[in-house]
């Protein structure tokens, strides 16, 4: 353990601590009783500045509500997140909206979250103008540089969000992200609504702009190339929990997790599945609306024993800062 | 059976135009001369990017355009026959029952007021004649053969009650009833999450490999094509641009789009370049209704001259089984 601190140089960004959230659905018609969706179910995470990290896993799993929860665009049930050590898990807005422009979020699809009726160029200034951060005289020069920055022109910022393409778009929304110069940027399925060949040019802006300006990513997605490609650490995520967290090449050389296997092998085209054992694949995620008892992965492993019935696994380290939630790995 | 089977396209575009009358009384050329041949027993993948017609050249096979779109031009010979000279009730007795197809989307597809039972029996009365309770059983089977499990039930469930995968599979199952020799896929995993596209590609390529049936496969996701099927047909603007074999996808692309795009798809990084850029392509995908005069990737394309710009290629054969639209290869 002591050579691993050493090694961590970094300093954590984010920290949450056994994370909750669950949403309360209407009551059933009968039963009286209101469904419980637990959406996730302690998540204990931390993220260095600069890198990215890459949350993966299938789609209802938790992966996005977690992004939401990190920049407090909703309040989470019960645990902690840290953000440079301060616990905001609780604020209310008044205290939280100073500390916003620090953290900002690119949103999956560039058609619903661009406001219509707002030109380009008051949704990039918009935050700019909230957050009091340049004199009036000033905004619009900054307007154009960030236009100029993702790529787009200084004529844009007249026109509508109607004008422009997806890869247009999600350019106009990395820019109003990057408005406030965050430390840290939630980018939520960023690329899955575009053309492969405009997947690239965004992707590669993300990159640019990382490097640019020091910011640390939390990268959402289910592509799983894409995280081979360009994350520093993954951490997959099944039904609300972390199941495995490790540095992005030991999750793809070595990944421990039985649904880890699974995802990477399932991936089409993949060289996985040709060294790794298989994972058959039994049937599709359960409800987070009934969850299962013990490790929730258990009804769709091979491998399960009775612990895993019983038992909930806990996120375990491995060495190397490889940690793992399963019985079957010693 | 196979071999001589083999020598005889099933299906043959010729000279395809799919076209849809605008507003103002422009034309977009959605589909602009394609030509394709699918054998008996061969999984096609048809790849391109939104927007490049490869929906639209399917549905124009199974003649489901409809007005301000309509097919301008070509043949679509199935088995001697011209789909597209025929009258509408012969057209009826084809779809479905010779060609079937499998939507992108499976919670559209489904008709929500009718159980999974009923819309499955429906399709082989309407084809097969048979009688109701003959086509509950047959639908049971059904659902045996595409792994839904517990069938008896599922029969009696609405379309809601289903998971995304096994709606998929319910209409895979539809797309078998009437063991047609041809199943075009559209898209049939993209709304799927990785490990439950898995499954739906492995039941294609068994009901492929149990019954002979030929699939077109639609897609935009290279390694789907990768892993199923056999040959693959890159398109661009309307028009296929390259033709090979899915093995060559990555090793072997020839025109220069189906290069970059092979380049702009995150592969694993080698520890030597320090960069993490990904190659992407300039420009965007072109709009269909305003497209450039010569060869409709030139705008973007790195290696243009000056020939690209006034004169379109054709799709010349440079290789056996291996077509490209593309200057370079042509002399």
């Avoid at chain 2, 012969?90 to 009718?114: A, D, H, W």
């Avoid at chain 2, 790195?302 to 056996?320: G, N, S, Y």
């Amino acid at each position: 353990m002591l050579e691993i601190h050493e090694l961590e140089m970094q300093e954590t960004l984010i920290r949450t601590v056994n994370l909750k959230k669950y949403y309360k659905l209407g009551r059933r018609y009968f039963s009286g009783h209101s469904a419980v969706l637990k959406a996730l179910n302690g998540v204990t995470l931390n993220i260095q500045a600069g890198e990215t990290l890459g949350l993966v896993g299938e789609s209802g799993c938790g992966k996005s509500t977690f992004g939401r929860l990190l920049v407090r665009l909703e309040r989470p049930t019960s645990g902690e997140i840290y953000f440079k050590g301060e616990d905001i898990s609780f604020y209310k807005e008044a205290i939280l909206r100073p500390l916003r422009k620090n953290m900002q979020i690119v949103f999956q699809d560039p058609y619903s979250s661009l406001n219509p009726k707002m030109t380009v160029g008051d949704i990039v200034s918009e935050s700019m103008r909230v957050h009091n951060l340049y004199p009036k005289s000033e905004i619009d020069e900054r307007t154009i540089e960030l236009l100029c920055l993702v790529g787009l022109t200084p004529e844009d910022r007249k026109k509508y969000p109607e004008a422009f393409s997806g890869g247009q778009r999600q350019r106009i929304g990395i820019a109003r992200a990057l408005s406030v110069k965050p430390e840290f940027v939630v980018a939520d399925e960023p690329v899955s609504a575009l053309d492969v060949s405009i997947q690239a040019q965004i992707v590669n802006l993300l990159l640019e702009i990382q490097e640019k300006f020091n910011i640390t990513y939390l990268f959402i997605t289910h592509d799983l190339r894409l995280v081979e490609y360009i994350c520093d650490q993954v951490a997959v995520m099944y039904l609300g929990r972390i199941v495995e967290f490790a540095n992005t090449e030991d999750v793809y050389k070595n990944p421990l997790h039985p649904y880890t296997r699974m995802l990477l092998s399932s991936q089409p085209g993949s060289d996985f599945d040709t060294k790794l054992p298989t994972e058959k694949i039994y049937m599709d995620v359960p409800s987070p609306l009934n969850l299962p008892s013990g490790c929730v992965f258990y009804p769709r492993c091979s491998q399960k024993r009775d612990a895993c019935v019983k038992e909930v696994p806990i996120l375990r380290d491995f060495g190397l800062n490889h940690q793992v939630a399963c019985h079957l790995i010693n | 059976m196979k071999s001589h089977k083999k020598d005889h396209p099933l299906l043959t575009i010729r000279g395809l135009k799919t076209e849809f009358r605008l507003q103002d009384n422009k034309v977009l050329r959605a589909v602009d001369g394609v030509d394709l041949s699918i054998r008996a027993g061969e999984i096609h993948g048809l790849v391109g990017e939104s927007g490049c017609g490869k929906t639209v050249a399917a549905l124009s096979v199974l003649r489901l355009i409809r007005w301000p779109g309509y097919i301008s031009d070509g043949q679509v010979v199935w088995q001697s026959e011209d789909l597209l000279k025929l009258k509408k009730k012969e057209m009826q007795k084809i779809r479905g029952k010779e060609i079937s197809m499998i939507f992108q989307e499976p919670m559209t597809s489904l008709n929500p007021v009718f159980t999974i039972g009923t819309q499955l029996a429906d399709v082989m009365r309407l084809h097969d004649g048979l009688s109701k309770n003959q086509a509950l059983n047959k639908a049971v089977e059904l659902l045996g053969i595409v792994k839904i499990a517990d069938p008896y039930r599922r029969i009696k469930e609405y379309p809601h009650q289903l998971s995304g995968g096994m709606r998929q599979r319910v209409m895979i199952a539809m797309a078998i009833s009437c063991q047609p020799k041809l199943i075009i896929a559209d898209e049939p995993t993209t709304a799927l999450d990785v490990t439950i596209q898995k499954q739906i590609l492995d039941l294609m390529k068994e009901i492929q490999e149990k019954t002979g049936t030929s699939f077109i496969l639609i897609t935009h996701d290279w390694d789907v094509i990768l892993e199923i099927a056999t040959k693959v047909a890159v398109m661009y603007a309307g028009r296929i641009i390259e033709y090979f074999t899915a093995k060559d996808l990555y090793r072997n692309p020839m025109h220069p789009y189906a290069r970059a795009l092979v380049q702009s798809i995150p592969r694993k990084r080698n520890k030597e370049s320090s960069t993490k850029r990904l190659k992407a392509i300039a420009g965007n995908v072109p709009d269909l209704a305003d497209l450039p005069v010569g060869c409709k990737f030139s705008p973007r394309c790195p290696d243009v001259f000056e020939q690209c710009v006034e004169v379109e290629p054709t799709l010349k054969e440079i290789a056996p089984d291996h077509l490209v639209r593309c200057w370079k290869y042509m002399n």
